[in-house]
């Protein structure tokens, strides 16, 4: 038995939900269609569980991408306030925690409802849990071959996000999908994820496990150029993570290092320097006093910059070369990380559907104009702190009401 639909919509998280509502509740028949037995698991466990479902700061300069101006469209057609109006209509309880970041009060649960609320309002009919076998073309649309029979559709939208936390469903489809119309592909990768390093070099380290710093971070992007983060830094046992980590994950590149200043405040040269007059307290235990106290010694046995005898001298009797050699590799700590996590720990998919391919106020295919490809699918990445799902409305709304 074959089903005819105008919308088939791939894909029931953020902006597949977003996209189904939107185009439902512009009069057209929709299916929303989704592989997980449970709704919108990555929206339930984001957030620690209360969802940072946007960022009040949301520029398109928050986001990567081989065409950086493709979101620009986007995003100024459906602006966090705009969701805020939304989730305020229901009246969602949210608050503000860091940077723009909101989150809701109570559970990620309550944008999960407010989706499906929507999606209701424009008669949406669901399959799921419904895997899709194939997809084919005709001269009327799309034909998906599904474990619940066949669906015809004039358009199609493709939603299922990219191949972080496959724990939780998540899968490469949509990029198989793409290569399958022709559509070019940008290679994916882990994002937002930490970073690893070898084990024997990071042994030395394992006993800064569990130690956090606000630090600044950042990696060369051309030669002129850097990308850096003030944000938190979290020692783990298999190497670096926190927010700061996370965010420069999304910009470092295999092979190459990445630049840790751990005291980002200070200038620590003159401040060695003007502290050694008159100082009697141990070079260590004045450290001690800028730095967090579980830091400083292992940080320093690990590293070598100055050995035991040192660190026991009084601040006073440390020579000068020995201080500016020490601030120097306190705020310039360079470090080649062996890899990432994986996708397990990876909050997002850096890489997708090469955004060239499609319609920046649509999302449509530009060889295939009835097919669309929205949210984590495409190479639109946002950093850390509710970036990732303002894409995923705003992609959605710009999809829904070209459909």
């Known amino acids: 038995m074959t089903v005819a639909f105008d919308v088939a919509v791939i894909g029931a998280g953020a902006a597949g939900m977003m996209a189904a509502s939107v185009a439902g509740q512009r009069g057209r028949s929709v299916v929303l ?15 620690g569980g209360r969802c940072n479902f946007t960022n009040t700061g949301t520029t398109p300069q928050n986001f990567i991408s081989q065409n950086p101006n493709f979101c620009r469209s986007a995003l100024a057609a459906y602006t966090p306030t705009h969701f805020l109006d939304l989730i305020k209509s229901y009246s969602i309880a949210w608050h503000e925690k860091h940077k723009g970041q909101l989150f809701c009060d109570d559970s990620s649960e309550s944008i999960i409802q407010v989706l499906r609320q929507e999606c209701q309002k424009g008669d949406v009919t669901w399959r799921m849990p419904c895997a899709v076998q194939a997809v084919q073309k005709t001269e009327q649309g799309y034909v998906l071959s599904t474990d619940q029979g066949s669906i015809t559709c004039a358009q199609l939208v493709i939603a299922t996000g990219g191949m972080a936390l496959p724990q939780v469903g998540a899968t490469d489809f949509a990029l198989h999908l793409a290569r399958q119309f022709g559509l070019k592909v940008i290679e994916p990768r882990p994002a937002l994820v930490p970073l690893t390093f070898d084990g024997q070099f990071w042994q030395d380290f394992v006993a ?20 850096v983060f003030l944000e938190d830094l979290l020692f783990t046992h298999r190497g670096l993570s926190g927010p700061g980590i996370l965010q420069i994950s999304s910009y470092w590149n295999p092979g190459e290092p990445i630049y ?39 940080w320093l046995s690990a590293t070598g910059v100055v050995g035991t005898a040192q660190i026991q001298k009084r601040l006073a009797d440390v020579p000068n070369k020995v201080l500016l050699q020490l601030a120097s590799a306190l705020q310039q700590w360079s470090l080649t990380p062996t890899g990432t996590a994986g996708y397990k720990k990876a909050e997002v998919m850096r890489g997708g559907v090469d955004t060239r391919e499609l319609n920046q106020k649509t999302m449509a295919s530009r060889t295939h104009p009835n097919l669309y490809f929205i949210g984590e699918s495409v190479d639109v990445t946002g950093w850390l702190g509710g970036y990732n799902f303002q894409w995923a409305w705003a992609s959605g709304v710009a999809c829904g009401r070209a459909l």
């Open 260 to 298: 840790i200043n751990l005291a980002p405040d200070l200038d620590l040269s003159q401040n060695l320097l003007e502290a050694k007059l008159g100082s009697k307290q141990q070079l260590g235990n004045y450290l001690s006093s800028l730095l967090p106290k579980r830091l400083v010694e292992p």
């Open 208 to 227: 800064l496990s569990g130690v956090s710093a606000e630090v600044e971070l950042s990696v060369p992007l051309q030669p002129k150029k850097k990308m």
């Open 33 to 47: 269609i989704d592989h997980a037995k449970k709704l919108g698991e990555k929206i339930r466990i984001s957030g």
